[in-house]
Every structure is written in structure tokens, then in C-alpha cells.
């Protein structure tokens, strides 16, 4: 079955420092990636996706590039902020699943000036 | 404004008394679903709609039902709580089934 693996949290940084999560996924077909975002006490927000290897998305100065050689979809962002302050979802989905997305556990940043 | 509206945003109840949470989105979405969300488990899909009277399970249904009678409502309903049913819930919709759900604010129950 398909699974999401994000690197352990929390992860606290000093605002302008470089964030990395990281993610890999097992899936069985040719999944559809995506980075979630949830702000404290509101839902989830979509942040970026890319629905082909090679693909970069982007959004708010957060990057992710889908590599299908290594499984991966790490999220960056070359100078973060205290808003940046969150819990971060790596997701999947493929074809065969559907309306499915499968989540990682999530990762928990935490900014300070 | 596009949404997605959950109700209530907090709950406290007892085992065994039924209760539904609703979910109304006002964008017209085909695909919705409910997910629960517990610490160090991630999300977990519940039970998801493609349309109207087409529903099916996730990955985690058992003590839960949903019902679409309508292209804008999708609640969940607990028959019977049970304490292992507090977590928190979310509700979601997608024009194109997972490109880019858009999530309620969430639901946290508590089952006592």
C-alpha cells in the first residue's frame, strides 16, 4: 500500500534560517505529491504540489521537486519567518486510490526571532 | 467566500449517545471526505464521497457512518461514541478529487 514518511519534529529554527523537511513515499502506481500546511487551530491549507516527476512546486517561498529515483518530495524555504510556524503534512495520491491522500505524521516547525 | 463548514468546532459527550457532526462546503465539489486526526498517527481518512448517494470507506471506518443526500452535505455520524472515537476531525472537499482539498477548521470530540 502506499505510505508517507516525514522526518521527525519538532524542528525549531531562528527566523531567516534555511528549512528542510524531509519526505519520502512508497506508492504503488505514479502517486500525485503534495505539502500541507496547518496553522494553529485551523485546517489544513494546501501549500504546493507537483503531479509528475521532475515537477517543482512552489508557493509562498517553499519549494518541493518530485523525485521519482529517490522517492522524495523535501520541502524547502531559504529563509523562514516566525509565521512560518506550523505543522507541515507531506501527502500522496494515486490513481488507483482515488479521492485517497495519504498523510505523513506531520512535522512541527517552530520559528523564533 | 469558498469554504468548507464544519459544526460544531467542539464537543464533549458520553459513551454511546449518538451524535453527527455536519460539513457543508459552498463550492460546488463533487469529492468530499472525513478524516480524524490523532498525535504521532497523522491523518486518516474515515470515509469519502465522489458524488451525490456515493460514498465509501477509508482507512479507518469502523464506528462511524456518512451520508451524501446532497451535493453540499456530508456529515458523520457516531452511532454509538466510544472514548477510542475522541480525536480530532476534519472535513474535506475537491473539485477533482484530491487536487487540492480544501479543509474545514476541524471538530475536536471528546468522548467521556
Known amino acids: 500500500g502506499n505510505s508517507v514518511t516525514q522526518m521527525e519534529g519538532p524542528v525549531t529554527l531562528s527566523e531567516e534560517a534555511f528549512l528542510t523537511i524531509n519526505c519520502t513515499y512508497t506508492a504503488t502506481g505514479y502517486p500525485s505529491l503534495f505539502w500541507y500546511v496547518q496553522y494553529p487551530g485551523e485546517g489544513l491549507q494546501l501549500l504546493l504540489k507537483a503531479t509528475k516527476a521532475d515537477d517543482k512546486g512552489s508557493n509562498k517561498g517553499f519549494e518541493a521537486t518530485y523525485r521519482k529515483e529517490t522517492t522524495s518530495f523535501h520541502l524547502e524555504k531559504g529563509s523562514v519567518q516566525v509565521s512560518d510556524s506550523a505543522v507541515y503534512f507531506c501527502a500522496l495520491s494515486d490513481r488507483t486510490s482515488g479521492s485517497r491522500l495519504t498523510f505523513g505524521e506531520g512535522t512541527q516547525l517552530t520559528v523564533n526571532p | 467566500e469558498a469554504q468548507v463548514t464544519q459544526n460544531p468546532r467542539y464537543l464533549i459527550t458520553v459513551t454511546g449517545k449518538k451524535l453527527t457532526v455536519t460539513c457543508s462546503q459552498n463550492m460546488n465539489h463533487e469529492y468530499m471526505s472525513w478524516y480524524r486526526q490523532d498525535p504521532g498517527l497523522g491523518l486518516r481518512q474515515i470515509y469519502y464521497s465522489m458524488n451525490v448517494e456515493v460514498t465509501d470507506k477509508g482507512d479507518v471506518p469502523e464506528g462511524y457512518k456518512v451520508s451524501r443526500k446532497e451535493k453540499r452535505n456530508f456529515p458523520l455520524i457516531l452511532e454509538s461514541p466510544s472514548p477510542n472515537q475522541t480525536s480530532l476531525y476534519f472535513c474535506?472537499?475537491?473539485?477533482?478529487?484530491?487536487?487540492?482539498?480544501?479543509f474545514g477548521s476541524g471538530t475536536r470530540l471528546t468522548v467521556v
Open positions: 474535506a472537499s475537491s473539485l477533482q478529487g484530491p487536487y487540492g482539498y480544501t
